[in-house]
């Protein structure tokens, strides 16, 4: 359930970051049930980016956390879809009693950022947890769009006005030359696509730009903002 058209954000996220959040989410109690907002589907949790499942929602079930997923379309792995920035999904929402919420990786793709991070917690409610993400050194990934929000974990915390803040870190990955190696890729492959990318740079130029930007990060490694927040406050 997400603005603006951007779904299937658990895409960008790495590793140590899912490690990361399941200790966050592991050391604190009353977080079940838990909403995941912009989901994406179950192949793509479990097969696409495995890691996804076997270090964070694998172990918060075993720890019996009930997280229901959710996403702007409706898919397989999908529990609940819908945009949360409708009046009639949010309620519906509200009345489910959510704990916790997990926003991971979407703040940069919505036009409307206060007005998400406001749903967030009003979702939640006055007591409840919102844990979330952004990158804060990273590429241009359109999804289908990319703000360039890359907010300090500090200033990530600060956005979520209705809340305390319990937590504000930063998690490192990869680097785009690791990043290439894991695929099973190299130097001269992807520059080659890249090159490729910019002869149809008239028909796909968020795709070069993307390819492009990624070059940035070869030997620097990608990071992102982590908060957890406690809401003291909330609309509606």
Known sequence: MTNGGAASLLRLMFEAEAIRLREILLAREGVSPLLNLGSSTRHFREIAKPHIE??????LAKAGIAVFHSDLKQSDGVDLHGDILDPAIR??????????????????????????????EEIV?????????????????????????RPSPSA??????????????????????????????????????????GLIFFARPKSFAARAHRWR????????????????????
């Not at 952004?134 to 999804?143: G, I, L, Q």
């Open 156 to 197: 990530l915390a600060a956005a979520f006005q209705g809340s305390r803040v319990l937590l504000a870190e930063e998690v490192s990955g990869r680097t785009y030359r690791e990043d290439m190696k894991a695929r099973g890729s190299g130097f001269w492959k992807e520059l080659g696509r890249t090159l490729g990318f």
């Open 54 to 59: 076997r270090e964070l929602f694998a172990p």
């Open 125 to 149: 409610g006055e007591g409840g947890l919102i844990l979330a993400t952004v990158p804060s050194s990273f590429p241009y990934h359109a999804d289908p769009i990319d703000t360039l929000y």
């Open 217 to 236: 990060w070869y030997r620097r490694p990608y990071r992102v903002s982590v908060a957890l927040v406690l809401v003291s406050s909330s609309g509606g």
């Open 91 to 120: 309620a519906a929402l509200k009345a489910r009693g959510f704990r916790a919420i997990l926003i991971a990786n979407m703040l940069e793709h919505v036009r409307d950022r206060g007005a998400v991070i406001a749903a967030c």
